[in-house]
DNA sequence: GGTAGTTTGTGAAGGATTTCACAAGCCCAC
DNA sequence: GTGGGCTTGTGAAATCCTTCACAAACTACC
């Protein structure tokens, strides 16, 4: 297949969210323009991201809701449960352990593992935080192919080798720092301090 | 000025990073195929992103890192402090709050707010949870121009708006929907959800 | 001082993404 | 069934971003 720009893959994320809300108020049909108008774009763009995975719409009238929300989740690769492993249960960690929004979108944490002794045995909502040292087995065993990296900048590129040495095919690096990873592991880093310092730019260089 | 894109900033910010760790080894100079190297970029994207802002190497010898992590941080606005506010005590507002990764930047978090009673009060290293309704008067008397906003989906607009009112420059917006602010506020998005859709498209889509 | 070996800064070329603009298709009313 | 009013899908144009490639400038060494 044609390679697809991020920038595309992030924007149907985003309409497969309003999709969703049309599709709690009873909405049954949406055009490009409604969809442009919320996410910020413009309908060409719409339409143009779609039109890369095919014509899911009807002209002169828009797109079916629940027949989009259905292809865009199909696309995504969202039509199936993404068993997820998160690693660290520092303060980040936990916090998205308990976060509703992933569950929601089928990634369903199956375990959540921490170096420290001190936390291991720590109940968070249905799970308990594991010695790490049950990684490698968990992983075996659950087939989890995604891992939430939240660990400290030292211990980051040690673990994230031994993620990829079990078996993860893709990581979420929350550690500020860039991993190096085999070309056949998706890596996606999230900074923080990174965001703030993009404001602070802006902020600096608008008058 | 003329434009500067976001991806350029986010490499700068990155660059940064390198510098500070080139610093600490006591390693003077620097060249762009090595900031390259370690950013996962072309040595002609490095110099490409600084000559946007002047010339800041030396032909022949590279860039001093001293001097470079200066003129970076001028260029980021981080040669000075960045009081900063958390709206939202939860889980992700509570992290972020006790993050080392801010302070290290100059973003000083001077505040952490929450609506919910039960949570005021409640102690967040050397800060504690102060009440919602607090936040105009902070804001006047504290002067923060950045706003992280960790709040549910559902108050998150009302809470932009009064933060925008109440004199708010810039929001770091965690809850996952897309906020309207006016023209003269910046606004980022960070959606953790997207970005684990992000690597379940990467995941689909790859043999 | 001159030469060899680096490395920067930057126009120009190339590639990728977004926007434009319009034909084609659909619904509805009559 | 025909015309009017919308809305899609999509080539072409425009814009934005990255890579190329090379002159200019520097150090080191003889």
Chains 1, 2 share one sequence.
Not at 89 to 109: E, S, Y
Not at 160 to 181: E, Q, T
């Amino acid at each position: 297949m044609k390679h697809i720009a991020e920038s595309t893959v992030r924007r149907l994320s985003l309409y497969l969210r309003f999709l969703e809300e049309f599709d709690a108020r009873a909405q049954a049909t949406v055009s490009s323009g409604e969809l442009a108008r919320l996410g910020g774009t413009t309908s060409a763009q719409v339409r143009k991201d779609l039109s890369f995975f095919g014509s899911f719409g009807k002209r002169g009238l828009g797109y079916a809701v629940k027949a989009l929300i259905e292809s865009i989740r199909e696309i995504l690769g969202l039509d199936h449960p993404w068993p997820t492993v998160i690693v660290g249960a520092g303060k980040i960690g936990a916090a998205l352990a308990q976060h509703r929004g992933f569950a929601a979108r089928g990634f369903t944490v199956v375990g959540i593992y921490d170096a420290d002794p001190a936390k291991v045995g720590t109940p968070l909502d249905r799970l308990t935080v594991r010695a790490d040292s049950d990684l490698e087995r968990d992983i075996a065993r659950l087939k989890p192919r995604i891992a939430v990296l939240c660990v400290p900048v030292g211990v980051a590129q040690p673990m994230a080798d031994r993620l990829v040495k079990a078996g993860i095919k893709a990581i979420l690096n929350f550690a500020p720092v860039p991993l190096a990873v085999p070309g056949s592991v998706t890596l996606r880093t999230v900074d923080m301090a990174t965001e703030l310092e993009i404001l602070a730019f802006t902020l600096t260089n608008t008058p």
